[in-house]
């Protein structure tokens, strides 16, 4: 039986739900929401949708940061489409937040084409034969490429766009060759990159990336971001991404 969900204070005004068999949010969804900050107009009327949602963390923490932003939401699984719902109503953030459940394989059946400002996912990184399957059916479909891929988030952004605009995402660093090429196969240029290092002498754990649609080439790679000094706390610029939810990434 499946643990009642339970309540976490991330800021003064934003409460999020997370539930046992329901994947939690992570390192990654707070670095994805404070990455794509750079594309609301902090006074004016923006309107963005994060893909592959799961209980659509970054999407609220984008809202709660943002009084003028709208965000909707697009998720498979209906419990965590539920936990979503649940934390927007708890935050006061309900009015401008809206999720369904769906896939992203379909998104011409959900929603208008060029509808929105900027997209951001937190996708499926690793491959459906790759890795250890988890037990819980949830984790594996949010963790392998089993029900979507990378090519699949693309396609679905291309459509969602209007020509310039921009794509977040968090992937990680090995699958960079199938980044870029799902990219440009589907009308997307990769222009800013940031690597993300959980200490700086050790590899980087994860990457983050923003995409336009129809841009032409020019990739700009931006100084590393630390997680951890040497000291073994949060560094900080991880302070301030916990924080704030916002950060430059030059």
Known sequence: MMEAPKLEKVSETLYVYQQKGVFFYGTDAVLLSAYASSCVRPNSKTRGIELC?????AALRLLDRFPHLEMS?????????????????ESGLSERFE???????????????????????????????SGKMCADDYKTVARHEILCNIGDVFKAAYYLLGT????????????????????????FEIKKMT??????????????????????EGLRVTAPFLIYGEDGEYTEMMKKVSKEGVISFG
Do not use: H, W
């Not at 949602?53 to 963390?57: I, K, L, N, P, R």
């Not at 939401?73 to 979503?84: G, P, R, T």
């Not at 690597?195 to 032409?216: G, T």
């Open 53 to 57: 949602s799961g209980t659509a963390f």
């Open 73 to 89: 939401a697009l998720e498979i699984n209906k419990d965590a489409c539920k936990l979503s719902r649940m934390s927007a109503e």
């Open 99 to 129: 999720v369904r459940n769906g896939d992203v394989c379909n998104v011409r059946s959900e929603y208008a084409s060029e509808r929105f400002d900027f997209v951001i996912c937190n996708p499926p990184y690793m491959t459906a034969t």
């Open 164 to 187: 310039g605009g921009s794509i977040f995402i968090v992937y990680r660093p090995d699958r960079l060759s199938s980044l870029f090429s799902s990219a440009k196969e589907n009308g």
């Open 195 to 216: 690597f993300v290092f959980s200490k700086i002498e050790r590899e980087p754990v994860l990457v983050l990336c923003e995409a336009k649609k129809q841009a032409k």
